[in-house]
């Protein structure tokens, strides 16, 4: 198995929106660059909606509009114990994009049998996602400007130089490359004390210990707090 990194897999919600913004004006494109134009938006709304719901980016870029389902969700308040409604989404994690046989880019089943799955957004989320439809041209709902699928390679490629020159402009150094907007989500989660369960079902996974071993980690400060705070048996 690849040996995946071990330090600290996330990104603030803060630099992520500072990147979201810078991105979205990267290249200064003339009017009529719109093949140009419509890449850069596309792959930024892609970059958006994995940090939103952590799938693998090549399924996100293999959802179609027939995986959407807009829906009221149900959950329980954290802070009073009730029973909720808000008006969400449903999305059917059902593809992926990746190489055949036939052809270098194409559309094909999730990675694993435990892959295939629903994700939720809630009000916010469902905002985002009206928005990405609204904008695609295609029932691919993000496929290049010709409609084609977009590969992994040209996807990281197009984000590492906006990364780069982000760098370079601002000062910032934090990391924004798509499978990055994954691993924060299972991060996030365990720094909240989320269920591993629900974490694994989520990403797709099929144990709940690779979504914690490989995905979440304690940064130094966290380490130090639980050292401090040993409680003993009684």
């Known amino acids: 198995m690849k040996e995946r990194s071990r330090g600290e897999q996330n990104i603030t919600q803060e630099a992520f929106l500072e990147f979201c913004d810078y991105a979205a004006n990267y290249g200064h494109y003339m009017p009529n660059e719109k093949a140009l134009i419509y890449f850069r938006d596309i792959a930024l709304y892609a970059l958006k909606l994995s940090r939103l719901i952590g799938v693998r980016p090549m399924e996100v870029r293999a959802l179609y509009r027939d995986c959407i389902e807009f829906m ?7 802070l009073t114990g009730k029973m909720k409604q808000e008006d969400g989404a449903r999305i059917a994690v059902i593809r992926s994009v990746g190489s055949t046989a036939e052809e270098t880019v194409a559309i ?11 994700v939720y957004v809630g009000k ?7 928005e990405i ?12 400007y010709d409609g084609n699928p977009i590969s992994s ?3 990281s490629d197009y984000l590492n130089r906006v990364k780069h020159k982000w760098w370079k402009d601002t ?23 989320v269920n ?8 797709g996974h099929k144990h ?10 304690a940064p130094d400060p966290e380490v130090v707090n639980v050292f401090l705070n040993r409680q003993y048996k009684e």
């Not at 094909?108 to 629903?118: A, E, M, N, V, Y």
């Not at 591993?196 to 990403?203: H, I, R, V």
């Not at 709940?208 to 980690?217: H, Q, R, T």
């Open 124 to 130: 916010d989320g469902a905002a985002l996602v009206r």
């Open 108 to 118: 094909r089943q999730t990675k694993t049998q435990s892959s295939p799955r629903f």
């Open 133 to 144: 439809l609204a904008y695609s041209k295609y029932d691919l709902i993000f496929a290049d």
């Open 72 to 78: 009221p969700l149900t959950y329980r308040d954290d």
């Open 196 to 203: 591993p369960t629900a974490t694994k079902k989520q990403m």
């Open 208 to 217: 709940e210990d690779m979504s914690l071993n490989w995905y979440s980690s």
């Open 153 to 155: 390679t040209r996807y």
């Open 171 to 193: 000062g910032h150094h934090e990391d924004g490359y798509a499978e990055l907007m994954r691993k924060s989500l299972s991060s996030d989660n365990y720094h909240n004390g």
